[in-house]
Nanobody
Framework: QLQLVESGGGLVQPGGSLRLSCAASGFRLDYYVIGWFRQAPGKERELVANIASTLRRNYADSVKGRFTISRDVAKSTVYLQMDNLKPEDTAVYYC?????????????WGQGTQVTVSS
């Protein structure tokens, strides 16, 4: 059974850093498109970054140059390194695993981890 567990969230001051982890089980994460999404209060969930089986990466314009997505297949974990955090990065961050060979697949979600950027 596919399972995703996020961790690493917390409270950080503006300009600080956090590294989120998404531990995957029940599937080979390097076969999937793994994405980090976030949802702030009163806003829709949005894509932050994703990484494909080919290691191609995509980033939202708002995080380019500050966030880095990576994966460790041996540890079955995908990471989101977040640097130079801003208050507008405050949100619940979710991990998603999508099957690229299934048209229209919306993927599976983790439970989320809260990130709060505040002084």
């Amino acid at each position: 059974q596919l399972q995703l567990v996020e961790s690493g969230g917390g409270l950080v001051q503006p300009g600080g850093s956090l590294r989120l982890s998404c531990a995957a089980s029940g599937f080979r994460l390097d076969y999937y498109v793994i994405g980090w999404f976030r949802q702030a209060p009163g806003k829709e969930r949005e894509l932050v970054a994703n990484i494909a089986s080919t290691l191609r990466r995509n980033y939202a314009d708002s995080v380019k140059g500050r966030f880095t997505i990576s994966r460790d297949v041996a540890k079955s974990t995908v990471y989101l390194q977040m640097d130079n955090l801003k208050p507008e990065d405050t949100a619940v961050y979710y991990c998603n695993a999508r099957r690229p060979w299934v048209a229209g697949d919306v993927g599976s979600w983790g439970q989320g981890t809260q990130v709060t950027v505040s002084s």
